[in-house]
């Protein structure tokens, strides 16, 4: 992807848009600060995104009691994601004002979602925290961050 931005004074800038996946933990905190502290040095944009992975849940013996307690466990789950954004969304106002940030929640596979969201949005790069799972889920699934960074058409950060 060869992008030519320009900023008012004329300098070709490298970094126009980063997206940046959180959720809450830690890692995607200091994800969080480190893209929006980029952001200001750019004079870029972010999407700040949390991507809510639905449990499976299957019981075929009670398939209607399973459906009705589930779809309580989405809204509340959902609700906690956008108060999750929500407190991302704050921060970067109180901590970055000169930043232009926005958010958005998404639902499916996290890696897959933030992939697809960073090439349809064409970003120039995705910044995602290092650690949210277990290390033995890690081992043999591999971490979300590994997989953006593999499946990723521009630059990725990884912070830990």
Known sequence: MN???????????LISKILIGYDGTDCSNRALDFGL???QKYSASVLIINV???PVY?????PLAVSAGMSGLAKDLREAHKATLAE??????????NVSVTTKLL??????????ESSEGNFDVVIVGHGSQSRLQELFLGGTSERVAHRSRCTVIIVK
Do not use: C, F, H
């Open 3 to 13: 992008r030519d931005y320009n900023n008012s004074y004329g300098v070709r800038l």
């Open 37 to 39: 502290e980029l952001a």
């Open 52 to 54: 809510l992975e639905m």
């Open 58 to 62: 299957t019981n075929p013996e009670e």
């Open 88 to 97: 991302a969304s704050a921060k970067a106002a109180r901590d970055w004002p």
């Open 107 to 116: 639902e499916g596979n996290p890696s897959a979602q933030i992939v697809e």
